[in-house]
């Protein structure tokens, strides 16, 4: 069955600390891949996305994201966190005959000063 | 481009009374999405449509709720009646190639 795993429900970083966000997908056949962020009370932004190609994709506000086949990992990363990037980070796995988005279950990011 | 646009924002109403939220996609978008976020259950894909056809309606919890597309610029989530169990935040999101989502802002569904 295709899933999304996110084993890290609620991280606290310093600001200007380096970020890493695990996300673990089990899909049968080659996944499309993202990562989502909400802020409180705000809809789903897209961060990145990987389709095929490069498997270091970038995407907006500085993130990255690799995605490792092997380890069927779609890690996200950020260098240096600012603490606007205090909000809830969701990876998503697509792709096949389905359209459908498969979610994670989000990790919380707190950001202290 | 304005974004995928949802209204109401905020909805509150009483257990047994109808309720319709809205969703304009993106111009040129031809799937839509409506997905509903709890903390208990996350985020859940209720129905999306595909050139205003409902494709997949697997996720919609009961006979309840229902979905319409009329045109390309315009979808409904209706749910009759309404019951304490389905507040939550209800999002649409469109997509021109079925994978990248965009997402509105969502409606708040308080049903007391």
């Known amino acids: 069955a295709q899933s999304v795993t996110q084993p890290d429900i609620h991280i606290t970083v310093s600001e200007g600390a380096s970020l890493e966000l695990r996300c673990n997908y089990s899909?049968?056949?080659?996944?499309?891949l993202f990562w989502y962020v909400q802020s409180p009370g705000q809809g789903l932004q897209l961060l990145l996305k990987?389709?095929?190609?490069?498997?270091l994709v970038q995407g907006i506000k500085g993130f990255e994201a690799e995605f490792k086949r092997s380890q069927s990992s779609f890690n996200l990363r950020k260098p240096s966190v600012h603490w606007s990037d205090a909000a809830e980070y969701f990876c998503?796995?697509?792709?096949?005959?389905?359209?459908?988005?498969?979610f994670g279950t989000g990790t919380l990011l707190a950001v202290q000063p | 481009d304005a974004g995928v646009i949802q209204s109401p924002r905020h909805e509150v109403t009483e257990m047994g009374q109808e309720v319709t939220l809205r969703c304009k996609p993106i111009?040129?978008?031809?799937?839509l999405f409506w997905y509903r976020q709890t903390m208990m259950r996350g985020l859940e894909l209720l129905i999306y449509?595909?050139?205003?056809?409902?494709?997949?309606d697997s996720g919609m919890p009961e006979d309840r709720f229902s979905a319409k597309m009329p045109n390309a610029s315009f979808s409904t989530l209706k749910i009759q009646p309404s019951e304490p169990r389905d507040s939550a935040v209800y999002f649409c999101?469109?997509?021109?190639?079925?994978?990248?989502?965009?997402f509105g802002p969502g409606t708040r569904l308080t049903v007391t």
């Open positions: 999101a469109s997509s021109s190639q079925g994978y990248e989502q965009y």
């Open positions: 899909y049968g056949a080659t996944p499309y």
């Open positions: 990987y389709f095929s190609g490069d498997t």
């Open positions: 998503a796995v697509s792709g096949g005959a389905t359209n459908k988005l498969i």
């Open positions: 111009s040129g978008h031809d799937y």
């Open positions: 449509f595909n050139n205003n056809v409902p494709i997949d």
